[in-house]
């Protein structure tokens, strides 16, 4: 099945040591996001690629990056993660189609990964 | 900008009751409307969406309505099971004009506990 990949679904970092969270897709879709949540709280979008092309949410700390090095996958890296950043990190992807522009285009979510800083 | 608005919970029900979740939204012209759940330790899975006024949606027995005139996408279910206990997100994604990523507005989620 077509789906939407997140290793690892747990992952344990100490405070300010370097964390990469993977997400890979089979659904060849052009754009992919990360969106942070915390407690059950709504999702909030960090950034999100649309192609190569890299579109970051003003609000973003500086202290999260991301690498998409191809289509099937992207990286969420946390540069010096502090107690504030332990959350679930959910990787979702759409497709935007040039040729026929639909009034919406739906999110695919992968099951997220939960970091804990210790 | 956009907003989306729902009932906060959590919302206790006994198994077989009708579920209601209120959602409305702010938003300029016809966005699309969407139900997530999310069931303990999870993703968000879509569980129903709608793309114009008066569209229905329904999946799994939940139905959900596009009114334009209120700006509202309750969403219903006349007889809930234990197994739907989860949080449910209200969400809305803008009109495209132009092949791009979008970014989904989604409500504060509406957490249901069904009891046996």
């Known amino acids: 099945d077509a789906m939407v990949i997140q290793n690892p679904r747990y992952q344990v970092t100490q405070f300010g040591k370097p964390v990469t969270l993977s997400c890979s897709q089979t659904?060849?879709?052009?754009?992919m996001y990360w969106y942070q949540q915390k407690s059950s709280q709504a999702p909030k979008l960090l950034f999100h690629?649309?192609?190569?092309?890299?579109?970051n949410e003003a609000d973003t700390p500086d202290n999260f990056q991301s690498r998409r090095p191809n289509t099937s996958f992207c990286f969420l890296d946390i540069r010096s993660p502090g107690l504030g950043d332990a959350a679930m990190y959910l990787c979702?992807?759409?497709?935007?189609?040039?040729?026929?522009?639909?009034?919406?285009?739906?999110?695919?979510f992968g099951p997220g990964t939960r970091l804990t800083v210790l | 900008g956009n907003s989306v608005t729902q009932m906060e919970g959590p919302v206790t029900l006994s198994e077989e009751a009708f579920l209601t979740i209120n959602c409305t939204y702010t938003a300029t012209g016809y966005p699309s409307l969407f139900w997530y759940v999310q069931y303990p330790g999870e993703g968000l899975q879509l569980l129903l969406k709608a793309t114009k006024a008066d569209d229905k949606g329904s999946n799994k027995g939940f139905e959900a309505t596009y009114r334009k005139e209120t700006t509202s996408f309750h969403l219903e279910k006349g007889s809930v099971q234990v197994s739907d206990s989860a949080v449910y997100f209200c969400?809305?994604?803008?009109?495209?004009?132009?092949?791009?990523?979008?970014?989904?507005?989604f409500g504060g989620g509406t957490r249901v506990l069904v009891k046996p």
């Open positions: 969400a809305l994604s803008p009109i495209m004009i132009k092949a791009a990523g979008n970014k989904l507005t």
């Open positions: 659904l060849n879709h052009n754009v």
């Open positions: 979702a992807t759409s497709r935007a189609n040039l040729v026929a522009l639909s009034s919406y285009n739906e999110q695919f």
């Open positions: 690629y649309y192609d190569k092309d890299f579109n």
